[in-house]
Each structure stands twice: as C-alpha cells, then as structure tokens.
C-alpha cells in the first residue's frame, strides 16, 4: 500500500513538471478564448458594436451596403443575433466587413484572421507554428498526460496521507477534474478530424465550416423567406455556398445544425446531421450547456496553473 502511495505521488509529480510549460499554455489561451468575442467587443466597439436605429428594421436578405450590391464576391454572411450587433460579410479575399443591420452603414472592415478572438485562437489551435501535425502531436500528447494527472491526482486524493496537508490543492483539483475530463475527451477529435482553418470565428460563434465559393446576395432573399416559413426554429448564425454543391447555399443554425440545398431551390434542400467534429467542439468549448458551461470550462482551464501555483505555495509553507 505505502509503495502504491509512493508511485501515485512519482507519477503524479513527474506528469506535472513534464508538462508544464504546455499545459499552461493551452489552460490559458483557451480561459481566454472563452469570452474571447466579448473582449473582442469591448476592444472594437467601432466595429462589433453598433447603434440601433428604430423604425429602420431590414431582414437580413437585404443588409448589403449599397456600394457592394453588384459585386458577387461574397463567401459567407452572418446575420446580426441583436440589433446591435453587425452583420458580416465574408468576401473571396477572406475579409469581413461589418454592417450595421439597419442602416446598412458600413462599419469597417478586417482580415477573417484579425481581431482578439481569431488572435487567440491562433496561439490556442497552434496556427501560428505552421506546421499542423506538431501541434496537434503536442496537443494530443499533453491531453493525455492531463488525463492521466487528473486520474492519478484524483487516485492520490482517494487514498490520502501526505495528500490531505494540500487542501486548497485537493479542493480545486476534484471540482476542475470532470469538466477538464469532458474537455479533454473532445480533442482527439478535433486534432485529428477538424483542419484549423475550419474553426473560423464569426461573430459570437464558433462555425465549423468546409470550403466555399462565392455566391450572389441576391441569393439570400429567397432563403430568408423559405427559413422563415418552413424553418422557423432556425435562427441562422452563417449562410454560405459550399464548393460541393456548387448551385446551393447553406444555412448555419444556432444550435448547430445546417440546412443545405443543392440548388438555388430551399425546397429541395434538407438537414444535413450534426458532424462529430462539431459536436466535439461544442463539449470541448462548453458550449453545450450554455453560457453556464462557457463559464464552468473557464475555470476548469485557470484551475489548472492556480492547482501548481497552490501546491508550490503549500510546499514553501511546510518547509
């Protein structure tokens, strides 16, 4: 038994100091990035904030600026969620350039891979190391040496001993350790199964998207029309036309799922199942439970430099 004890501590110290340059990194661009949208707000108010003008209510068929009209550039839109939110418009050259959804004033523009939100996804997803496979090796690697330190600190909390003299230590390690384990069960998917590129950030959310071409805005009034009619639990957060179905257009719901047409027709088109790797990133962000569980992950992640910093602590103290 004390042997058991005394090889749970090895590993569970060893797992630690292993790694944890990684797992800091990735605990705190991802606490970051969990309310990275509102601090994207707060730091481009000219851009994602914009005034309401009663009475000047358009749907979002019609949210184009004037000077854009005719140019058929355009791979993506995201309709405003509130009045004070913009549009977004995505152009072939991977710029967005925010409307105001009433006055269709032109807000501004940015690069799609601009903004505090796509900044920290980013550092978080490994893009900026330009080579895929590595980081999706470390983040596998660190993943799992995670999971094995939550379950051998968790073993080690069990048997208690020496363990028990670390309670603020034990506190946050057993209340962090199932959301990290959700978290955590969620990456071997989007490593392996989602290209970085795909988790684009459009507005307040999370899209994962696979590869467009450029459609004409005029397309968009006989969706709004079909979605209100038939599709009225939808509320669209992305339209956009897929390359594989080069006549269609796509509608991106909220709640994550996505009506596809193959033709200029809504009626002809149908639901298209809700994919694993979206599915895997709805648990790895939280977002499944909602705000609730945005707000749940982002302390799970902090916990994890606060449970080093409060074992270090501990350790100054009984010496």
Not at 290 to 303: S, Y
Request: aromatic residues 8%.
């Amino acid at each position: 038994m004390l042997l058991r004890k005394l090889t749970l501590r090895l590993l569970h110290r060893a797992l630690a100091m292993a790694l944890i340059v990684p797992l800091f990194w990735l605990a705190v661009t991802g606490a970051l990035l969990g309310f990275s949208a509102e601090t994207d707000r707060i730091v481009s108010p000219e851009l994602l904030s914009t005034p309401h003008v009663p009475g000047h209510e358009r749907d979002w068929s019609d949210q184009l600026p004037t000077e854009f009209i005719h140019l058929d550039q355009w791979t993506g839109f995201a309709p405003a969620a509130t009045p004070f939110d913009p549009s977004i418009w995505q152009d072939t050259a991977d710029t967005l350039w925010y409307v105001n959804p009433q006055s269709t004033e032109l807000r501004g523009h940015r690069a799609a891979t601009a903004g505090v939100q796509a900044w920290l996804l980013r550092l978080h997803t490994g893009d900026f190391l330009g080579v895929q496979w590595v980081y999706r090796a470390i983040a596998l690697i660190t993943s799992a040496g995670l999971g094995l330190l939550i379950v051998s600190g968790l073993l080690a909390l069990r048997q208690g001993g020496r363990q028990m003299q670390l309670p603020l230590h034990n506190l946050m390690g057993g209340l962090s350790a199932a959301p990290l384990l959700i978290l955590l069960a969620a990456v071997a998917l989007l490593a392996w199964n989602v290209p970085r590129e795909a988790l684009q950030p459009r507005g307040a959310a999370w899209v994962v998207m696979q590869e467009t071409k450029p459609f004409a805005a005029a397309d968009l009034a006989g969706w709004r029309a079909y979605t209100q009619t038939h599709l009225p639990d939808c509320r669209p957060v992305w339209i956009n036309r897929p390359a594989q179905l080069p006549s269609g257009l796509q509608v991106q719901c909220a709640d994550g799922r996505a009506w596809v047409s193959p033709s200029l027709n809504p009626a002809l088109g149908g639901w298209v199942p809700m994919g694993l790797a979206h599915q895997a990133l709805g648990w790895h962000t939280g977002a499944f439970l909602g705000q609730a569980g945005r707000v749940l992950w982002v302390l799970a992640a902090l916990a994890v430099p606060l449970l080093w910093w409060s074992r270090r602590r501990r350790n100054a103290e009984i010496k």
